[in-house]
């Protein structure tokens, strides 16, 4: 069972091949079985039984939506009643949310099932999941290694056939490397187009949840019930959400794609541009017309988003002040011994880091030379992203610069970490929907192939993923061990 | 560009975050790394660039002023560190 996409399960349980409560137990010995990966941080085995007998009532009354009975995991990001929201944190290790995240409502009311919470770099911030305070996840396709980050748990789980689908976010490429890093689909869309709220916040201007599955099929699945118009998310964009499965199989006769060649220069290592080259070659026999386009200022990206990022971080962590909730310091002195000892001991190095920066950007004399500068830059990044796809249907790329690397092997640098998301960062500046597909392996480790397109085009990148999918099988292709 | 020790301590006590003193220095050289990678962008002309904070330049949406939320202060204080008489308790502020 676990081997089936999102629309076989749909067809198995209204057929009655088998019931939501054994499909959700089938997922749920898996999880217990390959608790080596440290893919979740929660399984929430009882309320996901007892969601899984509601949904087989559900169909059996015969007006069950496509995710009804089918088990999902949430981002451990994502605010869900009565079961532990962590996000990968210390501060919130004792967290139950009064509420729920809309993307978690939406799944409730399409009747699927929720395994459990995932792991994930700490308030997102990572590159490698090394960064939870649950400890490091296993890449299942080679275990010494990381699984990307921050939605690590969502991409060892999936490719571990843990869960079918699971959602995850990306600030700066947490769906998209990860995506990549594991062998999956994982869709970031545009900035506004599924609603942030109980998404614990990073960066707001740049945080956005997706979907993370085995193929472009599903994520359209998955998409469809996440996305929409929220009014509790006071950046959400009001516009109608269009049936992502509809134009799956639309031919990509006459497409035309841009390859940025910032993208492909001299720090691209040499296997992964013969990867991607080769896979936008499959694309030139699916009828695509190939182009090169220019992007100037693609390399400021990472100064620009790390000044954005730390900032807008520094003021949402600001509310972890152990008074209203999360971890609290014991015996506090007075009451600022009370907030700098609850916040010193419950986040770790990685976000202390980015608060420490984001306070310095945004500190009174250095406002405009950084965090201004940066939003100057952001826009300039943006018009080259409006530049290129003003003449093209999408744009192609890597999404890392080389595969899956140790655990262990960038802890030391934290520059060099940063590096990682050079292919990723500057989509989410622009606010654009980006997609990983599996292109390909080096050594055993999976690469992924970057799709970027225009403002809502989310139905356009999920055809171009499934038309390279039915013509070829890297999406097919199961670690070892967890066939 | 690079941050001193005592800059360090400055932001963080700024930030309300407490850093071990041995971890200090530790932190002084990757912020000054990270400010390194982040004058990169000095070199660029920005002059009249408008300055982006939305992807899609939309304007903060306004609501009609009418009360919107329930009473819900058990349901949210059940999670909290400490409370008494439907109050949040912190250290004694003023003596």
Sequence with gaps: MHNLTLSELAAGLRSQQFSSVELTQAFLSRIHQHQDLNAFISVSEDTALQQAQAADQLIAGGNAGPLAGIPIAQKDIFCTLGVKTSCGSKMLDNFIAPYNATVVEH?????????????????????????????PVRNPWATDSVPGGSSGGSAAAVAARLAPAVTGTDTGGSIRQPAAFCGITGLKPTYGRVSRYGMIAYASSLDQGGPMARSAEDAALLLQTMAGFDTKDSTSVDQPVPNYSAGLNDSLQGLKIGLPKQFFSAGLDNQM?????????????LGAEIQEVDMPNLELAIPAYYVIASAECSSNLSRYDGVRFGYRCQNPQDLADLYTRSRGEA???EVKRRILMGTYALSAGYYDAYYLKAQQVRRLISDDFKRALSGVDVLMGPVTPGTAFRIGEKTDDPIQMYLEDIYTIAINLAGLPAMSIPAGFIDGKPVGLQVIGNYFSEAKLLNVGHRYQQ????????????? | MSLSASDVKKIAHLARLGIDEQQIEHYAKDLSSMLDLMTQMGQTNTDGVVPMAHPLDQMQ?????????????????????????GLYLVPK???
Excluded: C
């Design chain 2, 61 to 85: 949406r306004l609501r009609d002023d009418v009360v919107s939320e329930t009473d819900q202060r058990d349901h949210f204080q059940t999670i909290a560190p400490q409370t008494e008489a």
């Design chain 1, 107 to 135: 799944f409730n009311q399409a009747g699927a099932v929720m395994l459990g919470k995932l792991n994930m770099d700490e308030f997102a911030m990572g590159s490698s999941n090394e960064n939870s305070f649950y400890g």
């Design chain 1, 471 to 483: 013509a070829t099988d890297w999406h097919l292709q199961v670690p070892k061990g967890f066939e």
């Design chain 2, 93 to 95: 502020v003023i003596d």
């Design chain 1, 273 to 285: 541009a013969a990867t991607i080259q080769a896979a936008i070659e499959e694309y030139r026999k």
């Design chain 1, 347 to 349: 986040f770790g190095a």
